[in-house]
């Protein structure tokens, strides 16, 4: 596919698409309904339902069984664990194995022209992002994860939840899949927002950041003090009357989903003329600029509410200059009266 058709490449070879980021339709104004009509699929199709699908493998399938899980053991959560690093590693390894090791696209729609292999650093283990991000990936957020999720089942197994069923609570259950994706959006934006503060940034989420140009093993490459409160999200379906597919569906949808943001690319091109939407630029620019598009791509746009939204355009880095210029001299001032 030729990418120059749908954005533009500067001198250092870093794409940028033609169209900025934008909110999702519901958001845009003037409202067009046809507009919100044509977004609904593409909201439900591939990624959410491909998480809503692994949720139903996880709970249908592949759990132990619920009365081994009313009690913490070392062997379902060594069970639980190996069964989500071996679902990550193939879900990751597939992008990355195409995309950064074979490179099958080269760097066409790929934001950063630059293959972090490419480019050894000291900021990283062993000098290298991937093995970096692979092992903190691997060896420290989906174990976080995977107490997370073994937490999760012991409340549901001991009915320290409410577990509604299906058959009879099909419509409120529905509903909590469907809004969850938009929950995430306020959740993350609030936990984002709390550890980009210096001391918080400093010990936990810059260990995140060092991945300016993201991989998809950077999706889960955090701090414990990031990973574990990250991974809690599914833990508010213990607040209310819920199912374990709708937990499991927040817990993948953060889990794998986490690979949206880092993917790197644009689009990835399945065939000469099909490629999948990445939905990755939207938090490309938050790694790129470090303090814009601290919550999701806009399903709620906090960043507009609280002025932090950039979408990619030369307006948008001047809004993003003037506002480090105002926290600069706010700075000055509090530092001239102290």
């Known amino acids: 596919m030729d990418d120059l058709?749908?954005?533009?490449?500067?001198?250092?070879g870093n794409w940028t698409p033609h169209k900025p980021a934008q909110p999702a339709p519901i958001w845009q104004r003037p409202f067009s309904l046809i507009k919100v009509l044509n977004w609904v699929p593409k909201y439900l199709w591939p990624w959410n339902a491909f998480h809503l699908?692994?949720?139903l493998l996880w709970v249908l399938v592949l759990l132990p069984s619920w009365e081994s899980l009313a009690s913490f053991s070392f062997s379902n959560y060594a069970y639980l664990y190996i069964l989500n690093a071996i679902g990550m590693f193939v879900f990751l390894g597939s992008f990355e194995f195409a995309y950064y090791i074979k490179r099958k696209q080269e760097n066409r729609f790929k934001y950063n022209g630059k293959f972090p292999?490419?480019?050894p650093s000291d900021v990283f283990w062993f000098k290298s992002q991937n093995i970096d991000n692979f092992?903190?990936?691997f060896f420290v957020t989906i174990p976080l994860w995977t107490l997370v999720e073994v937490f999760m089942l012991w409340a549901y197994a001991n009915s320290w939840a409410v577990w509604l069923p299906w058959t009879t609570h099909w419509l409120w259950l529905s509903f909590v899949i469907l809004i969850s994706p938009a929950v995430h959006e306020v959740y993350f934006f609030l936990l984002h927002r709390l550890i980009h503060?210096?001391?918080?940034?400093?010990?936990?989420?810059?260990?995140?950041?060092?991945s300016i140009n993201p991989s998809p093993w950077s999706s889960l490459s955090m701090h414990p003090g990031e990973g574990l409160p990250y991974m809690a999200e599914a833990l508010l379906h213990l607040l209310i009357p819920s199912n374990p597919v709708c937990a499991y569906f927040t817990l993948h949808s953060i889990g794998f989903g986490a690979v949206n943001g880092h993917l790197g690319f644009e689009k990835l091109e399945l065939s000469q003329n099909t490629a999948l939407e990445s939905h990755a630029y939207f938090h490309y620019l938050h790694h790129k600029y470090f303090d814009v598009n601290f919550g999701g791509d806009g399903v709620v746009p906090?960043?507009?509410?609280?002025?932090?939204w950039h979408d990619g355009t030369k307006e948008a880095d001047e809004l993003m200059k003037a506002r480090f210029r105002r926290k600069k001299e706010q700075m000055q001032i509090k530092h001239k009266s102290n």
Request: hydrophobic content about 30%; glycine content about 6%; charged content about 25%.
């Open 197 to 210: 503060i210096p001391m918080l940034y400093k010990y936990i989420h810059s260990v995140h950041h060092n």
């Open 302 to 308: 906090l960043d507009k509410l609280f002025g932090t």
């Open 135 to 137: 092992l903190r990936s």
């Open 117 to 119: 292999a490419d480019y």
């Open 53 to 55: 699908f692994t949720a």
């Open 5 to 12: 058709k749908y954005g533009h490449r500067d001198k250092r």
